[in-house]
């Protein structure tokens, strides 16, 4: 592999992620707008950039990966569609931004999961008494091999973790393998059914808002424009 293809890899990776955002989250908010003008040049917008480890005043949550969240919860990307989460763009290739948890809690990876993890919660730190279950996923590259660290292979269940604990790097996997979305993390706050099980996280109603748990305007419905940064 020659040197100047090494070097313009992740400079290509970034342009057709970019693409990627534009044809498939569309082009008409500021946010979007914002969000492909920063593929163009990660370099230009640092203080649009969060640090991995970053607590937002006196939220509960750390901030669990470098980059910038670019989506956020309620953005709405085609008709009928709701996000359930936050997307956060490490501006990097496949398996170089870190990943960490947000929060303390049980770790899950059930066996079919190629990039993904779910960590329990047992008492809401909003709401003493409440569970609440932290989603993880695009850990992996796009045919699916795995970025997850090695410490939770599939099938683990309820493993504890510390908040700051490394569970994988940024990937690009979509879940269709070879059809890759751009570099990111995606996670969530999810519920709990009631009996001691996440609910889907692919429906809005079974996640909660994360705006209060990261001391951040992550609601689309009260942030339509911005990127969302600690003040």
């Excluded at 889907?200 to 992550?218: A, K, R, V």
């Amino acid at each position: 592999m020659s040197k100047k293809f090494i070097f313009l890899a992740p400079i290509v990776a970034l342009v057709i992620a970019g693409v990627y955002l534009y044809f498939n989250f569309g082009g008409t908010s500021a946010r979007t707008a914002q969000v492909i003008d920063w593929f163009k040049d990660p370099s230009s917008r640092p203080e649009l950039m969060m640090t991995a480890g970053t607590r937002c005043g006196d939220a509960p949550f750390i901030f669990p990966t470098d980059g910038l969240a670019g989506f956020i919860w309620d953005d709405s990307f085609r008709p009928g569609h709701r996000h359930s989460g936050i997307d956060i763009f490490g501006g990097a290739d496949v398996g170089i931004t870190p990943v960490v948890a947000a929060y303390p809690g049980y770790l899950t990876r059930e066996s079919d999961w190629k990039s993904s993890v779910i960590i329990h919660v047992p008492d809401d730190p909003l709401q003493p008494g409440r569970q609440i279950w932290v989603y993880y996923t695009h850990m992996a590259d796009p045919q699916g091999n795995s970025l997850v660290s090695d410490e939770f292979p599939t099938g683990t269940e309820e493993v504890y973790v510390e908040a700051g604990t490394f569970l994988g790097y940024q990937g690009n996997y979509s879940g269709d393998p070879g059809n890759p979305v751009g570099v990111h993390l995606h996670i969530s706050v999810v519920k709990d059914d009631g009996f001691g099980r996440y609910k889907n996280e692919l429906e809005i109603e079974n996640t909660y808002d994360p705006s209060p748990y990261f001391g951040l305007p992550l609601n689309a419905n009260l942030n339509p424009d911005t990127i969302p940064v600690c003040e």
